[in-house]
């Protein structure tokens, strides 16, 4: 057997070697996936982005119920900022209202 032929075989113990990362280790498995056997491209794709999708997804969802009073904090600010529309040194008071915010909220009083 000429030493081409022999890179492009995979074993079957290779996939299971992958199969088995991939679903106790995944991201060990994600890397073996794409380095080792030959997997078809469209399901290493599949296999690293939709996990990645998913969890874009599921912290963005969960960044929305932790803090739902978001709007409530943001209130005073884009009241202020709404109150300089008729000011005439508009760009004057929204820096204003937002040192005052920022001092306000600061961590580091």
Do not use: H
């Not at 202020?80 to 209202?97: A, H, M, S, Y």
Request: glycine content about 2%; overall charge neutral; charged content about 25%.
């Amino acid at each position: 057997m000429d030493p081409q032929a022999k890179r492009n075989t995979v074993s079957p113990s290779a996939t299971k070697v992958t199969t088995f990362l991939l679903l106790l280790f995944y991201p060990l498995g994600i890397i073996v996936m794409w380095f080792w056997p030959k997997w078809k491209l469209w399901v290493k794709l599949a296999l690293t982005v939709l996990p990645i999708l998913l969890g874009i997804i599921y912290f963005s969802v969960i960044a929305m119920v932790v803090d739902p009073t978001l709007d409530d904090k943001l209130r005073p600010l884009n009241n202020c900022i709404t109150d300089c529309d008729t000011d005439k040194e508009k760009d004057l008071c929204v820096r204003g209202c937002q040192e005052k915010f920022i001092e306000e909220n600061s961590f580091l009083r």
